[in-house]
């Protein structure tokens, strides 16, 4: 009877899958995102959301920014602020996440 009782489990367990519905938790630096980058497409707002961009989109966007390759009100210097590895970190969060 036990030895079923621990196979019925494995089995449950097995079945679940990895645990997809954990959201991972956002990458130093890209929470001062959102004061700027709305998350959702139902709040209006002139700057681009980051959710769901490519990775390679957003880096190129925040070196050209931080290399002053682009015109910005703030952005030349948030970029600054990061290094690569954060960029690409912020990047990738970013593009995993779903509206």
Known sequence: ???RTILGLALL???AGPASAVVPEAPPGASSCSGCHSASAAVPTPVVRLVGRLPAEIVTEMQAFRAGQRPATV???IAKGFSD????AIAAWY???KE
């Not at 590895?85 to 690409?88: F, G, L, T, V």
Request: net charge neutral.
């Open 1 to 3: 009877m036990f030895r």
């Open 13 to 15: 367990v097995s079945l």
């Open 75 to 77: 952005m030349d210097r």
């Open 85 to 88: 590895s954060e960029i690409a």
């Open 95 to 97: 593009a995993a996440q």
